[in-house]
């Protein structure tokens, strides 16, 4: 916990002026970066991020092959960080079909999970079951590969998170 606190403290500038923060209580007493000049403050918070698991007709999992770090050329679900204009469903239909060709909808949702990121310190997940409507498999975006696995024939998948939605729905 104080760890994650500590690193509050590692940023220096406002980003709307560019002026240097200081560090002050907010009015819950909780310590953060405050802009002395326009009044922005720094909140750091985890970065939400949506998955998709896709089981077909026979009961074969897709997965993609990453392109870019972290974890390059791991397998993964379908994932990727919610934009600002997507809620966690319209995220996880986009990065199915940006990343495997597949068109999708959300069947249901699977469970969330707050895990460590080597990049924004805290990621908050959300895992949905997919089903698929159309479209046609093809890997695109950051991915390299999209492949359906057998159950019994599946890759190491590289985040604790995907490894959870999986457990969760007795899967993995
Ligand atoms: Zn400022």
């Known amino acids: 916990m104080d760890d994650f606190k500590r690193m509050y403290r ?18 819950e007493q909780k310590e ?9 403050i720094y909140y750091k ?13 026979s009961n074969e999992l897709l997965l993609v092959k990453r392109k870019f770090s972290p974890h390059a050329d791991e397998w993964a ?40 990121s080597p990049i924004y310190i805290r990621t ?10 159309g479209g046609e498999l093809q890997a695109g975006d950051d991915a390299q590969e999209a492949v359906f696995f057998k159950q019994n024939e599946l890759p190491p998948i590289c985040f604790w998170s995907h490894q959870h939605f999986l457990k969760k729905i007795n899967y993995l």
């Open 32 to 40: 953060r970066p405050h802009c002395p000049n326009c009044g922005w």
């Open 124 to 133: 908050l997940s959300f895992g949905f079951l997919m089903k698929g409507v």
């Open 77 to 116: 679900l379908p994932s990727g960080y919610i934009e600002l204009w997507q809620t966690p469903e319209e995220c996880a239909v986009d990065e199915l079909f940006e990343e495997t060709g597949i068109i999708g909808e959300v069947d249901s949702f699977i469970d969330f999970y707050t895990g460590y």
């Open 10 to 27: 590692n940023v220096n500038n406002c980003i709307k002026c560019g002026t240097k923060l200081i560090l002050q209580n907010d009015r």
């Open 45 to 57: 918070n985890p970065v939400p991020a949506s998955a998709c698991v896709l089981i077909n007709e």
